[in-house]
């Protein structure tokens, strides 16, 4: 178990995301699932609780991986967090897509975290030039490494999505 946990959206794009991209798939994913996972997949996820990190979003990400994706946990992590980006960006954060500037919404990317994990996950830009944005993410324990990916799905997204 985890010190960090995440809101429950995060949870419902997992449902979400394989019903769009992988219809009728729902049940063999959750078959597929660890123990603790199932627990909280098998009950109603709630948009105001929280859920450990572990348990829930990173292994069903690893489930998405090995059952969609080739076993590429990777992959699956960072195509979770675009599918992500834009449910999150067509929700109660779509103001943010009418702000032209992805400076902008890329320093509020932090403010964002810290909505959907419990911990002090911190993401902050360490470099910056006209191609490329460097991004450091501090927080995260050993066992967590798919969130990077994630991460970067969600702001890839932010990027396609302004253009």
Known sequence: MSDIQIKGPSLNYLKEFIDEKYPGKYQEWFDALPAEAKIIFGDMILSTNWYDLNDSHVEGIKTLGKIFFAGDEFKAAYEMGKFGGVKAL??????????????????????????????????????????????????FEVGQELMMPNIAGWIDNLGSGLN
């Open 90 to 139: 067509t929700g109660i954060y779509k103001i943010f897509i009418k702000i032209p500037s992805l400076d902008f919404i890329v320093k509020k990317v932090s403010t964002i975290a810290a909505t959907y994990y419990s911990e002090g996950i911190k993401i902050s830009i360490t470099n910056r030039t006209e191609r490329k944005l460097t991004l450091s993410v501090y927080g």
